[in-house]
């Protein structure tokens, strides 16, 4: 099995910046889909950024392109949310998963961090 774990969040001003960082353990994540989703008050959870195995390729959310960049370092076994300009709605609690597989899928969620953004 795989555990996740998020840390990095708090409060933060508009316009500032904040960096999630997700830990794993149990298990190498150099053969899984790394994803970043968030979950506002009230709202459903939504992905926000994705990064496959290598490195190679990214995805992001219209909301959050130019603003947010997804890494991972996988000697490390972590994954990274650099978040820049940060805005009110932005103000979630952010989830790190990792995915993997065609005919068996596996997918593990980390417990989430705060990110809040003050105006």
């Known amino acids: 099995q795989v555990q996740l774990v998020e840390s990095g969040g708090g409060l933060v001003q508009a316009g500032g910046s904040l960096r999630l960082s997700c830990a794993a353990s149990?298990?190498?994540?150099?053969?899984?889909?790394m994803g970043w989703f968030r979950q506002p008050p009230g709202k459903e959870r939504e992905k926000i950024a994705s990064?496959?195995?290598?490195?190679?390729?990214?995805y992001y959310a219209d909301s959050v392109k130019g603003r947010f960049t997804i890494s991972r370092d996988n000697t490390k076994n972590t994954v990274t949310l650099q978040m820049n300009s940060l805005k009110f709605e932005d103000t979630a609690v952010y989830y790190c998963?990792?995915?993997?597989?065609?005919?068996?899928?596996?997918?593990?969620w980390g417990q989430g961090t705060q990110v809040t953004v003050s105006s």
């Open positions: 990064i496959d195995p290598s490195g190679e390729s990214t």
């Open positions: 998963q990792a995915r993997r597989g065609t005919f068996r899928v596996s997918e593990y």
């Open positions: 149990g298990r190498s994540l150099d053969t899984y889909i």
